[in-house]
């Protein structure tokens, strides 16, 4: 994909209401056939400091919301596929209180961190994290078949066999235990007014996710996925991770993003052919965005959730 030059359709987004983000092409939704998918997938965001920054403010943001969804009864003995930095993994397990939540991470400088942050906050009682494959989870002959929850959040995306990964979640999962699943669907994120050059930056970071084997749409597929798995799915719903000018959380939202594609610049660049002055100018006219008074973020994440039978 050749990088695009400033069109008259990027300028009107501003005022013009017709949706500026009609430009998704049919490839975009083939993605276990793309031809750009390289053999094995990758984190498009890496593990630098500055990521795992972003990671621990977004954990701050929205754990809240999603431990209100999760309705932990207490008791409940967790196991946490790709569980990243633990913040989440730790949240879970102090509204569990009794079971230790058991956090799987490939990232070994995530772990360490990970170790490191429940060290300071006194939660090492509460959470065990170890090193392992989230399609070939690292679980002991006795542990299969013990969690009453299995969990996992923005990791499907990010993997070439989400299916691989689910089916390990079901069998870990006692008969009538829980399996949730949380992931982006990156089609429904849209901005108002939308920045000029916007629609044509987050189609590259979109398609970028396809060229690393992975799949920027699998938040549609939550319920499908627990179905082939072999779970009965049960539950299905969007948890809002939005805001607008004036809410204290909005600039917060906005540097998420800001940090999520400038992150994400080298493989936009690089791998997408996209023009690097036409990225950093749409960068720049979303930070602007962030600045106007009439602001708006809408976005879901995608959440389903399944027994096992």
């Given amino acids: 994909m050749t990088g695009p030059r400033v069109e008259a359709a990027d300028v009107q987004c501003l005022s013009d209401p017709t949706p500026c983000s009609e430009y998704w092409s049919i490839s975009a939704f083939v993605v276990q056939n793309s031809d750009m998918a390289s053999e094995d997938s990758t984190y ?153 050059g916007w629609a044509s930056l987050w189609e590259a970071y979109v398609h970028s996710y396809e060229k690393l084997a992975n799949d920027p749409f699998v938040g549609r597929r939550l319920v499908s996925l627990l179905h082939q798995a072999g779970a009965k799915p049960t539950r299905n719903t969007l948890v809002f991770f939005g805001g607008c000018s004036g809410q204290p959380i909005f600039d917060r939202h906005a540097k998420n993003i800001n940090d999520i594609l400038a992150m994400a610049k080298k493989t936009i660049v690089e791998e997408m052919f996209f023009d690097e002055l036409y990225f950093d100018q749409s960068l720049a006219h979303f930070g602007e965005w962030a600045k106007r008074p009439d602001s708006a973020m809408w976005y879901g994440i995608s959440w389903a959730e399944g027994v096992r039978v």
Avoid: Y
């Fill in 44 to 196: 498009i965001h890496g593990t630098r400091p500055e990521e795992q920054r972003r990671l621990s403010a977004m954990n701050e943001t929205i754990n809240d919301s999603f431990l209100r969804e999760l309705n932990l009864q207490g008791g409940e003995c967790i196991l946490d596929v790709g569980s990243g930095l633990g913040q989440f993994s730790r949240a879970m397990g102090r509204a569990a209180k009794a079971c230790r939540v058991l956090g799987i991470e490939r990232s070994s400088e995530q772990i360490a961190q990970a170790i490191k942050m429940a060290a300071d906050a006194g939660d090492m009682d509460v959470v065990d994290f170890r090193g392992g494959d989230a399609m070939n989870l690292a679980l002991n002959e006795d542990e299969w078949g013990t969690f009453d929850l299995a969990h996992t959040r923005f990791l499907l995306e990010h993997v070439h066999d989400p299916l691989a990964v689910v089916k390990g979640m079901v069998k870990a999962v006692k008969v009538g235990g829980r399996v949730v699943l949380a992931d982006d669907d990156h089609q429904i994120f849209r901005l108002w007014p939308e920045p000029p």
